[in-house]
Every structure is written in structure tokens, then in C-alpha cells.
Antibody
């Protein structure tokens, strides 16, 4: 199993960014997937979830601004980040959902910095 | 949202010492849905214990977990240098999934 995030970078407040997570080594379409973030020096903060059937759930802090999606043909998970705020600055990890709600595989993370 | 209160926030231990971390939930969780992660400095988190007491693949037997309802614990029976990390509990019982604030383990 391998998860590789990309698309991070420095962006101004109010702007947008789209993160990708390329999956391999398992049947991507059969698994729910999550995005989790970690602000510098802080703890883990769950962001969003998409089920294998593309149902979605969001943390209150990002609801209406972020959109999680997936392309099973490309084995890729996405996170569209709109109306970015300084408090969205973090490492963003994608993770696979295990059978009982744990995160059994994680990507290495991608840094998003929101600053003017 | 279920809040997970993790304590202590930091531990300084000697090699060979036993350490225990506690995770208390604001409401009852099925033990099937309480999990523990290890995050070493500069690395992504790694699943260590799932469903309260089951060790993930490749995890040494010195790591264990127990608990039920609203009270859970994570124990390292004999700390080794490679265990220096921050440990997090997590509940996957209800949305939003939540994490404890973390416990930073350092060696004396």
C-alpha cells in the first residue's frame, strides 16, 4: 500500500488549492479515504472523509470551503481547498479507512502554507 | 463531537520503564472504535493499537492497550529509545472522527 500526496504550496488568504493523493497497492475503489491535517507543532485534526460510494463528511471548520472527491479510475483522492485562511496552514495527510474507523495507511503528507 | 481527553501531555521516562497513557472520552465509545497512533519526529503517524487492544502488524509486544466505555489506556511495558514519539488516541465511532491532544514521550 502506498499513498502519495501532492499539490501543496504557499497560497494567499482567500485563494484556492487542490491536493491530490495517488493510491497504489490496494483496490482503491473499495475503501473509504480521509484527509487529516496537522498544524505546525500541533496535534492531528481530522478534515474530511469520502466513502467507497462517494458519500462525504466534513469537519465543521472546513465545511462549505473544502471539497473531498475521488476518481477511482485514476486511483486518486482529492481535496479542493477554497477560501483559505491562515489557520488552514498545516501538513495535510491522506489516509485509508480501516475496518473499524482507524487509519491504517497514511501518506507522507503535503505542506499547505496560507500567508500573504 | 466526542472529545478525547488524553493524559499526561508529556512523559519523561527511563529506558526499561513502564509508561501508561490515558484517554477519556466525553461519551461512551464501543471498544472496537478506539485506536492509538505513534508519530515519530518528522514522520507521519503510524497505527499501533486498533480496537482498544489489538496490535497492528509488526508492532512489538511491549505495546498494549485496554479499556472500555469512556476510559482507555495505552501502555509500553519497557520503554526503548526507539519509542520516543508522540502518541495519540482516536475514535472512529462517530463523525467527526476525533483525536486526543497527544502525549509526547521523551527519554530521561
Amino acid at each position: 500500500v502506498q499513498l502519495v500526496e501532492s499539490g501543496g504550496g504557499l497560497v494567499q488568504p482567500g485563494k484556492s488549492l487542490k491536493l491530490s493523493c495517488s493510491a497504489s497497492g490496494f483496490t482503491f475503489s473499495s475503501y473509504g479515504m480521509h484527509w487529516i491535517r496537522q498544524a505546525p507543532g500541533k496535534g492531528l485534526d481530522w478534515v474530511a472523509y469520502i466513502s467507497s460510494s462517494s458519500g462525504t463528511v466534513y469537519a465543521d471548520a472546513v465545511k462549505g470551503r473544502f471539497t473531498i472527491s475521488r476518481d477511482n479510475a485514476k486511483n486518486t483522492l482529492y481535496l479542493q481547498l477554497n477560501s483559505l485562511k491562515s489557520e488552514d496552514t498545516a501538513i495535510y495527510y491522506c489516509a485509508r479507512r480501516g475496518a473499524r474507523g482507524y487509519f491504517d495507511y497514511w501518506g507522507q503528507g503535503v505542506m499547505v502554507t496560507v500567508s500573504s | 463531537a466526542i472529545v478525547l481527553n488524553q493524559s499526561p501531555s508529556s512523559i519523561i521516562a527511563s529506558q526499561g520503564e513502564k509508561v501508561t497513557i490515558t484517554c477519556r472520552a466525553s461519551s461512551s465509545i464501543s471498544s472496537n472504535y478506539l485506536h492509538w497512533y505513534q508519530q515519530k519526529p518528522g514522520a507521519f503517524p503510524k497505527l499501533v493499537i486498533y480496537s482498544t487492544s489489538y496490535r497492528a502488524s509488526g508492532v512489538p509486544s511491549r505495546f498494549s492497550g485496554s479499556g472500555s466505555g469512556t476510559s482507555y489506556s495505552f501502555t509500553i511495558s519497557r520503554v526503548e529509545a526507539e519509542d520516543v514519539a508522540t502518541y495519540y488516541c482516536q475514535q472512529g465511532s462517530s463523525n467527526p472522527n476525533t483525536f486526543g491532544a497527544g502525549t509526547k514521550l521523551e527519554l530521561k
